[in-house]
């Protein structure tokens, strides 16, 4: 089993990809993020604190940006919560926000790449959530355009990777 689940923010999705595996005996939870100067603010604390909370006593909770070496490297059923801090601690890390994209997306293109290949090859059941942006208005500024663009890239190439596509909306869960 290989599951993608999308949906905007606070739609249920963390909660629903939780339910996917909850019987599973061993899990491994993959918190790729977030970026830095996000763990200050406090309402992301909040959230963290909240999904940290609802997990079982003897899921192993993994904390690293290296996503396809902490994919390779689980135990048991897992669980990545979620794809959109990773693209952003990318982005980060890449100096994307600033610098020029010709300079940075080849590099970006091939981690997600990496990424998706990782879930490819996983023999163990893993659900991947992410943020599902861009069905909006266009961002008005370039940072936002840059996330937007990035993630839903990572979206497709781990989508084309796994066995089921979840929409949460609301609570509700749709099969795409």
Request: hydrophobic share 45%; glycine share 6%.
């Amino acid at each position: 089993m290989k599951v993608l689940v999308t949906g905007g923010a606070r739609s249920g999705k963390s909660f629903h990809a939780e339910s996917l595996v909850v019987g599973e005996s061993v899990v491994t939870y993959i918190a790729p993020g977030p970026a830095p100067e996000v763990e200050d603010d406090p309402d992301w604390a909040a959230r963290v604190a909240s999904h940290r909370s609802r997990r079982p006593v003897h899921w192993t909770t993994v904390e690293s940006i290296e996503l396809p070496d902490a994919i390779a490297a689980a135990e048991g059923a897992v669980i990545v919560d979620c794809l959109g801090t990773w693209v952003t601690a990318q982005l980060d890390e890449l100096d994307a926000w600033d610098a020029v994209q010709d300079d940075w997306e080849p590099v970006l293109r091939e981690r997600i790449a990496d990424v998706a290949a990782a879930v490819a090859r996983s023999e163990r059941p893993i659900v991947v959530v992410t943020n599902e942006v861009g069905m909006g208005v266009v961002p008005e500024h370039r940072s936002g355009r840059l996330f937007r663009d990035m993630l839903g890239r990572a979206n497709q190439a781990v989508a084309a990777e796994c066995d089921q596509v979840l929409l949460v909306v609301a609570g509700r869960v749709l099969t795409l």
